[in-house]
């Protein structure tokens, strides 16, 4: 049986290589910070280096923070690249720059290596029972090659075609979460500073047709004031500039992207980077503060 790469083992990362051990693959992982392998010690090969996984594995998914952290781990001196046989397959499931991913696939291709470009909808909990909803682009072939691997973590895949669609179809589900969220936290202050109770507003909410996983699954834990991170805030506030800069290369006005940038660039500044991204209530506490 071929060898699965995995680098990157975070908060995605880790239930995804998980999926994979458990679907019959067997895994070859790298992680940067050691002590994250920890859970898949005996299950899976660990590599003290990303070369090893690059000469060891084919396809080698990568679930990385950035772009920065997908160009270094692909093109720095210690990188993949240079350890990359002809023929091997990326799986980048990292939510990067779609313009970044396409320069990334052009610079794999003038070694004969390919480029899936496979961003993920989904949390961490989806990510173990391999319920997210995967983008893939790329070449078809490709694409039909690896795609026995993304079903491991994945319950729909969706081709998008040329690289960069996918990750443009990703950046524009997590506008709509990001706004969402914003919207659902001034709300929930809207009802509090008005005299009602925020958890009557979304038992209210959730009973109307416009209830949604996130007032649902968010709502209670964000009236609670618990913002443990299944999504980090300053992974939403990159993707937003990620957007941003998206929306500048092909001329495109989206005046929400530069208003909810600037909430999430507020919430950033008051320390929330490392709390889930619905502490975007908790900026909007800070400022609405009554001297
Ligand atoms: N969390 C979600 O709900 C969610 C959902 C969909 C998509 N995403 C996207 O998935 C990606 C990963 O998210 P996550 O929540 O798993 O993030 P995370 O927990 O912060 O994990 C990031 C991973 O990237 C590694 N990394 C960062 N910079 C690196 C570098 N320069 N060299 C080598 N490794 C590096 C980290 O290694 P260390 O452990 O050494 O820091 C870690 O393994 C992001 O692009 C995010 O936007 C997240």
């Known amino acids: 049986m071929k060898k699965v790469g995995f680098v990157g083992l975070g908060s995605m990362g880790a239930p995804m290589a998980g999926r994979l051990v458990q679907s019959g693959y067997q895994l070859v992982a790298y992680n940067r910070t050691r002590v994250k392998t920890e859970p898949l010690r005996g299950r899976a090969e660990i590599t003290s280096t990303q070369r090893e996984v690059a000469e060891k594995a084919d396809p080698i998914v990568l679930m990385l923070t950035d772009t920065q952290a997908v160009e270094d781990v692909l093109f720095s001196s210690q990188g993949m690249y240079e350890r990359m046989a002809s023929g091997k397959t990326i799986i980048n499931c990292s939510t990067i720059l779609p313009s970044a991913s396409k320069k990334i696939a052009d610079r794999l291709k003038r070694k004969n290596v390919g480029y899936i470009e496979a961003p993920v909808f989904g949390g961490p909990q989806m990510a173990a029972r391999g319920e997210l909803i995967v983008m893939a682009a790329g070449e078809r072939e490709k694409y039909e090659e690896v795609l026995d691997v993304i079903r491991t973590f994945s319950s729909k895949v969706f081709y998008t075609g040329r690289v960069g669609t996918a990750l443009s179809v990703k950046l524009g589900l997590n506008l709509i979460v990001a706004v969402h969220g914003q919207a659902l936290a001034e709300s929930m202050i809207l009802a509090r500073k008005t005299g009602v109770d925020p958890s009557l507003f979304v038992q209210i909410l959730n009973s109307t047709g416009y209830k949604t996983t996130l007032s649902e699954e968010k709502g209670p834990s964000m009236v609670k004031g618990d913002f443990h991170p299944t999504f980090f805030l300053k992974h939403m506030f990159k993707d937003l500039n990620l957007i941003d800069e998206t929306a500048k290369e092909n001329k495109i006005f989206m005046p929400l992207t530069t208003q909810a ?25 800070e400022l609405n503060k009554q001297s």
């Open 261 to 285: 940038r600037i909430s999430y660039l507020a919430a950033s500044n008051l320390e929330l980077e490392d709390k889930d991204y619905t502490a975007i209530l908790k900026m909007l506490d």
